[in-house]
C-alpha cells in the first residue's frame, strides 16, 4: 500500500453478464493519464499485478475508471469489490498516451476515422471517442459483440460518436455479423470511406480486423494486451514482434500499428497461464467471433 | 583451532534446501562469531575498510565483537551503512573487503561480510533500532527508486535532517533485493523488511506505486510539489534477450521476470495468486549471478536445470560462493556452449535449444579470452523452458522524460562517479542506472557520496 493514498472503489456498475466498471481513487495517475494508456491494480496482500485500460478518468475527482471482464480467478476476484472497499495497489498510468492525442491538430481534423471496438474493448475505444470529440473531431464506431447482453457503453459511446454501429453475432441487436462485415458493409454498401481505423478488442478480433484492412489498404491502429508482470519494462514479459523488431508492450505500448504485429505469436503467448475456466469463458466470448459467413448485415 | 582458517559456517544441506526457500547460510552463533573476530590482528591501517565501498570501520565493529558488546558492534556499523544484514549476505567480499585483509596473504581472510551479518541479525533480533534525528530542517528532497542505492542516499540525507521522499515504482520497496535477490539467498520478511523498516524510522517517507515519468514528472516534483533537489536510483532493470530466432516461444522467460514472479509476487507460495511455470527440463543461458539465481529458483521450483555459458568455468562472471552452491543442488553445467535457436513445437512451446560448442580463441581487449564458434559441433538439448540470463541495462524512462538530463549511449545517466551530479542542477544520480548493473554495495556507496553532494549543494542554495 502507498503511504500516502488509499485507492477506494467510489462507484461499481456491472455492465453486463460479469463485466464491471468501477472508479477508484488514484489521484496521481488521474492526473497524469490520457486516452491509450492502462493501470496495474493489485487486489489484495496475495493477489497479482493485473494490467486494465484507463477507461475514464476525472482529475479534479481524482479517480479513474477500469471496466473489467470477470474470467479467470484473479478477475474474479476483482468483481467481489464493493463500493467503500479499496485496493491494496494501483499504479499508473502506464504505456504511451494514444497516437491520437499526439498527433497535430490539423492533421486529425482532415482524417476520417473508424473505431472498431469488441466486447470489452470497447471499454479502452471509449475514452479516445471522448477525447476526439472533446477536441472537436468526428468519428464514427463499430460496437461488435457475442450478443445483445454483452454490448456495453453504447449510451456513452453515443454520446461522443457521430454514428455508432451495433453488430452482434447473432443478430440478437443491431446487425447480424462480425466486426468486419461491419467493415465491410459500412464501406461497401453504405460509401463510407476512412483514413484511419482503431480496432480494440481480444487479438483474434484485432487479428482478423487487420487482416481485412490491410486489403482494404486502411492504417489501423490496435492495442494489444499480453501478459504483464511489471508494467514498467523490467521483465519482459510482455514482448512483442512488431515488423522485425521486438517491442514491450508495456512502455512501448500498448497502441501498435496492426499491420505490423505478428498476431499468431502473441495470441500464443497470452495463452501461457490461462486457467481452465478463464480458457472456457474465452472461447465463448471470441469462439465464433470470426465464422466468415457472408454478409449478413442488417441496418441499426 | 587454526588462525589461518575462517570458522566454517553453517548451511542447510544441499539435499534438504532444494526442496525449500529458506536461507542456504545459516549465519555464526555467538561463540563462533567471537571466534572468528579474533582471527583480525586490528591492522593499524586496515587495509579492508579501503576495499568496502562505504567503509565500515571494520576492525572497529570485530573489537566489539571480540568483547561480547554486539550493541556497541552495530552502532559501529550503523554509522556506515543502513543495510548491514543485507550486505552481509549479499556482499561479493572475495572481491572487496575481504580480497584486502591482510589475514588473506596466508591464509583465509577474516569473515568480515559473516560478522556484519551476525551483528545485524543480533541487533534485529534484540530490537535494537537506529535513531531517528533531532534536528529537521525541513527541506524537501526526492529520492527515486528504493533499491541500495536509493535507501541509503534517503537516510543519509534523513540523517542531515531533511525531509526525505521516496518515490518507488514497484508496490514494495527494496528494488532488485525484494524483486531479484531470491529468498534463499535474502529473506524479504525476516531481512530485508526490517532495514527498509530502519530506513523509515529515520522519518524517510516512501510513496509506492509512483512511477517517475509516468505517475509524476522530476521537472513536476521540483516545480510543483517543493522538491528542492533529487536522486535518481533507478537501477538497471531492462532485460536483455539474444535475438536468436524462437526467443518469444511459450516458456522462455528473462530472469527479471522468472525471478520477479518467484521473489516480487511470491509465485513459489501457491496461496499468491501469481503463476510461474516451472518446466521439467529447464536451461538458464548465461553465467552471472542472476543466471545462478535464476537456476537454484528453477530448482527449488521442481526442474532439472542446466546453466549453459559461452565461456569456460574460469570465466563466470558468478561469485566462486554462487557456482559452488549452484553445483551442490544439483545443477548441471554446460560450459563453453552457446544457443543459436530454440526450437518451438506446434503450440508455441519451447521443446529445445539448438547449440554450439565454443572454444576460447585469443585475448580480447578486457583480457578475456573470446568464445569462438567450433566447426560442425552443432548439437540439440531437450528442454521445455528458457531463461534468459544476459545482463540488463538502465530503463530509459526516466532520462526520457527529464529536461536536460543526459545519457550517454548504452541508456546510463551521465553523472560523476564521485559526486552524482548529473548534467541537471539540483539532480543527482548514482548507482546501476549510473554504471550499469553492478553491486549492492556498490549502489550503496554511490547513494552515499551523492548524499553528501547534495546537501552541500542546497547548503550553497541557502547562502
Ligand atoms: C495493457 C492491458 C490492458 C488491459 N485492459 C483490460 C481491460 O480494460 N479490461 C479487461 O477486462 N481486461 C484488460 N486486460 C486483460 C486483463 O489484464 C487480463 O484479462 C487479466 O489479467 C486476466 O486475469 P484473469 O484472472 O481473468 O485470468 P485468466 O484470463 O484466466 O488468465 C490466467 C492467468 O494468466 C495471466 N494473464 C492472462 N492475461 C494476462 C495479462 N494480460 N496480463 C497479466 N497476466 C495475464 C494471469 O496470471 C492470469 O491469472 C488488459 C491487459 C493489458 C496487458
Ligand atoms: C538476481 C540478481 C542478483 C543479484 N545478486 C547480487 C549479489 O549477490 N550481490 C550484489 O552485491 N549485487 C547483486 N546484484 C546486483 C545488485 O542487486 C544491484 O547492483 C543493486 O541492487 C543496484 O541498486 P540500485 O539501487 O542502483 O538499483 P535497484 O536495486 O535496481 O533499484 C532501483 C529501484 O528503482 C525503481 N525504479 C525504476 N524506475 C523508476 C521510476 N521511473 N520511478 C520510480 N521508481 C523507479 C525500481 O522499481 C527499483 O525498485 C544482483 C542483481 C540481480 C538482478
Ligand atoms: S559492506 Fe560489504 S564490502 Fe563493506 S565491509 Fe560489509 S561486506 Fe565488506
Ligand atoms: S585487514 Fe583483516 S586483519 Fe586487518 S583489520 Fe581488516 S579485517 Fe582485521
Ligand atoms: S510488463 Fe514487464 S516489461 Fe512489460
Excluded at chain 1, 482529475?59 to 471482464?69: A, K, L, N, P
Excluded at chain 2, 537506529?130 to 530542517?137: D, M, Y
Excluded at chain 2, 542472476?290 to 526442474?303: C, H, N, P, S
Amino acid at each position: 500500500m502507498t503511504d500516502n493514498h488509499i485507492h477506494t472503489i467510489t462507484k461499481k456498475v456491472k455492465l453486463a453478464d460479469s463485466i464491471y466498471l468501477m472508479d477508484v481513487k488514484a489521484p496521481r495517475v488521474a492526473a497524469h493519464c490520457y486516452p491509450g494508456q492502462f493501470i496495474i491494480l493489485i487486489a489484495d496482500e496475495k493477489g497479482e499485478r493485473i494490467p486494465l485500460t484507463i477507461c475514464d478518468y476525472d482529475r479534479e475527482e481524482g479517480t479513474v475508471t477500469i471496466v473489467f471482464q470477470a474470467l479467470g480467478g484473479s478477475t474474479k476476484l476483482l468483481a467481489e469489490y464493493e463500493v467503500g472497499e479499496a485496493f491494496r495497489d494501483f499504479t499508473g498510468p502506464l504505456g504511451q498516451r494514444s497516437e491520437l492525442v499526439n498527433m497535430a491538430s490539423e492533421e486529425l481534423s482532415k482524417m476520417k476515422i473508424l473505431f472498431v471496438a469488441g466486447g470489452v474493448g470497447t471499454a479502452p475505444v471509449y475514452p479516445q471517442m471522448k477525447w476526439m470529440k472533446e477536441n472537436g473531431y468526428d468519428a464514427d464506431c463499430i460496437i461488435g459483440a457475442r450478443n445483445k447482453e454483452l454490448i456495453i457503453l453504447e449510451d456513452q459511446m453515443k454520446e461522443y460518436a457521430k454514428n455508432v454501429f451495433i453488430t452482434t453475432d447473432d443478430g440478437s441487436y443491431g446487425m447480424k455479423g462480425n466486426v468486419n462485415e461491419a467493415i465491410k458493409h459500412l464501406i461497401n454498401e453504405k460509401k463510407q470511406h476512412y483514413d484511419l481505423i482503431v480496432a480494440i478488442g481480444p487479438m483474434i478480433m484485432m487479428k482478423y480486423v487487420c487482416i481485412l484492412t490491410k486489403e482494404l489498404g486502411i492504417r489501423t491502429i490496435v492495442s494489444m494486451n499480453p501478459i504483464m508482470v511489471d508494467g514498467t519494462g523490467m521483465c519482459g514479459a510482455c514482448r512483442l514482434t512488431i515488423g522485425d523488431e521486438i517491442k514491450f508492450a508495456c512502455v512501448d505500448g500498448p497502441e501498435f500499428d496492426g499491420h505490423l504485429v505478428n498476431f499468431d505469436e502473441a495470441m500464443k503467448r497470452l495463452s501461457m497461464y490461462k486457467t481452465k475456466e478463464g480458457k472456457q469463458k474465452l472461447r465463448e466470448r471470441e469462439g465464433d467471433t470470426h465464422h466468415h459467413k457472408g454478409c449478413e448485415c442488417h441496418n441499426e | 583451532m587454526d588462525v589461518l582458517k575462517k570458522v566454517p559456517i553453517k548451511e542447510q544441506d544441499p539435499g534438504v534446501r532444494v526442496r525449500n526457500f529458506d536461507e542456504v547460510c545459516l549465519g555464526y552463533d555467538i561463540d563462533e562469531a567471537v571466534a572468528e573476530a579474533t582471527r583480525c590482528i586490528q591492522c593499524k591501517n586496515p587495509k579492508c575498510v579501503k576495499g568496502c565501498p562505504v567503509a565500515i570501520d571494520i576492525p572497529g565493529f570485530i573489537h566489539e565483537i571480540v568483547n561480547k558488546d554486539i550493541s556497541k558492534a552495530f552502532q559501529v556499523i550503523n554509522k556506515y551503512s543502513a543495510l548491514p544484514a543485507i550486505c552481509g549476505r549479499v556482499c561479493p567480499q572475495e572481491s572487496q573487503c575481504e580480497q584486502v585483509c591482510i589475514r588473506g596473504i596466508k591464509g583465509d581472510p577474516v569473515s568480515i561480510g559473516k560478522l556484519e551479518r551476525y551483528v545485524a541479525d543480533w541487533a534485529r533480533e534484540n530490537n535494537i533500532r537506529p535513531e531517528a534525528p533531532s534536528k529537521k530542517n525541513g527541506i524537501k528532497v526526492a529520492i527515486i527508486g528504493s533499491g541500495p542505492a536509493g535507501l541509503t542516499c534517503a537516510r543519509e540525507m534523513a540523517e542531515l535532517g531533511y525531509d526525505v521522499t521516496i518515490f518507488e515504482a514497484l508496490h514494495e520497496p527494496g528494488g532488485v533485493l525484494v524483486y531479484g535477490i531470491p529468498e534463499f539467498r535474502l529473506p524479504k520478511e525476516a531481512v530485508v523488511r526490517p532495514e527498509i523498516e530502519n530506513v523509515k524510522a529515520m522519518g524517510v517517507k516512501i510513496e509506492t506505486n509512483v512511477i517517475v515519468g509516468k505517475s509524476v514528472t522530476i521537472d513536476e516534483l521540483m516545480d510543483e510539489e517543493d522538491f528542492k533537489a533529487v536522486f535518481i536510483g533507478t537501477g538497471a532493470g531492462l532485460p536483455n534477450f539474444m535475438g536468436i530466432p524462437g526467443e518469444n516461444a511459450n516458456g522462455v522467460f528473462s530472469a527479471n521476470e522468472y525471478l520477479t514472479r518467484s521473489n516480487l509476487m511470491k509465485a513459489f507460495d501457491d496461496s499468491y495468486d501469481t503463476p510461474i511455470i516451472t518446466g521439467d527440463k529447464l536451461a538458464v543461458v548465461g553465467g552471472g549471478n542472476v543466471a545462478m539465481d535464476a537456476a537454484r529458483t528453477a530448482k527449488r521450483l521442481g526442474a532439472d536445470v542446466t546453466i549453459v555459458y559461452r565461456r569456460s568455468e574460469a570465466e563466470l562472471p558468478a561469485r566462486t560462493e554462487e557456482v559452488h552452491h549452484a553445483k551442490e543442488e544439483g545443477i548441471h553445467f554446460q560450459l563453453l556452449t552457446n544457443p543459436k535457436e530454440i526450437l518451438v513445437d506446434e503450440n508455441g512451446w519451447v521443446k529445445g535449444m539448438r547449440c554450439v560448442r565454443m572454444e576460447l580463441g585469443e585475448e580480447d581487449r578486457s583480457g578475456r579470452r573470446r568464445p569462438v564458434e567450433i566447426e560442425n559441433s552443432k548439437f540439440i538439448l531437450e528442454l521445455d523452458t528458457v531463461i534468459m540470463s544476459l545482463g540488463t541495462s538502465p530503463n530509459p524512462l526516466i532520462s526520457s522524460t527529464t529536461k536536460g538530463l543526459k545519457s550517454n549511449k548504452y541508456g546510463c545517466i551521465v553523472a560523476d562517479e564521485a559526486t552524482g551530479v548529473t548534467s541537471r542542477e539540483g539532480v543527482f544520480a548514482g548507482g546501476d542506472a549510473v554504471t550499469g548493473a553492478a553491486t549492492v554495495i556498490l549502489a550503496m556507496g554511490a547513494g552515499k557520496s551523492a548524499a553528501e553532494a547534495m546537501d552541500k549543494y542546497l547548503r550553497d542554495l541557502q547562502k
